[in-house]
């Protein structure tokens, strides 16, 4: 049995550096079979991702009741990139097909209190991004391994005011770790109105069941055939 609902709310990811060609086809395949949410990349590959989607039929949210989407992810892992870069590379992401982008914050806007900046970073990737296509969906990744409660918040506020659509726990990839239940929450209560994605050490039913309960509303996974095949699920 596969559990197509939860399946609804899964960003099928792969953002290893030694990705080939065959392992974008791989995920695809998958995705279109168990009916993710989307399939998440390094730009370098958003382009084969919407072609195959497209190929399956499946790219045009009008075309099918069930689309799969193309993500692409920006200013990864470090977010660190100027602002101008970042929205360089949103642009032609969606160019290139995708209809989603994760796009990391500048952390350290968030470490020194400075919402200005913060919303900025932001907005300057909305606004290229939807300057190509206005229904573009922003996730905006904060880190939140390394931030206290009071810098998460200052990142909710300053990704709502920028206008993008999700906060996101985690790249995945930083050294003290991914999602928590106890971040996911945060971000529920500061989200005011955005939605939550969690992302980073998903690997099993009972995280992903109780990042859900914790209030996201979609998840970021590279595990997702074994999470909505899993017993029980």
């Known amino acids: ?42 730009p370098r590959w958003v382009s084969l991702v919407s072609d195959l989607l497209d190929t399956a039929g499946l790219a ?27 929205a ?8 290139d097909g995708a209809q989603e982008i994760d796009m990391v914050i500048a952390l350290e806007t968030l470490l020194s209190g400075d919402l200005a900046a913060a919303r900025d970073d932001v907005a300057q990737v909305v606004q290229a991004a939807r300057a190509i296509e206005k229904g573009t969906v922003v996730k905006v990744i904060l880190e939140t391994a390394v931030l206290n409660e009071e810098q998460i918040a200052l990142g909710c506020r300053a990704v709502r005011e920028a206008g993008a659509n999700f906060v996101k726990t985690s790249t ?24 939550v994605k969690a992302a980073g050490g998903i690997r099993d039913l009972a ?22 095949t899993a017993p029980g699920a």
């Not at 360089?88 to 160019?95: D, K, L």
Request: aromatic content about 4%; hydrophobic content about 45%.
């Open 172 to 195: 995945g990839l930083h050294p003290r770790g991914g999602a928590t239940v106890q971040t996911v929450a945060l971000l529920k209560k500061y989200a005011g109105g955005l939605k």
């Open 60 to 86: 045009d949210p009008d075309e099918t009741a069930c689309p799969v989407r193309t993500c692409g992810c920006v200013g990864f892992p470090l977010g660190a990139n100027t602002s101008a870069i970042k």
């Open 1 to 42: 049995m596969v559990n197509t609902a939860l399946a609804r709310l899964i960003d099928h990811t792969i953002l290893k550096a030694e990705t080939t060609a065959a392992d974008v086809h791989r995920i695809v395949t998958e995705a279109v079979e168990y009916q993710f949410a989307s399939v998440c990349v390094n």
């Open 207 to 228: 995280t992903a069941q109780a990042m859900i309960a914790a209030g996201a509303d979609r998840l970021g996974c590279s595990a997702s055939v074994a999470l909505v």
């Open 88 to 95: 360089a590379e949103a642009a032609a992401c969606v160019q």
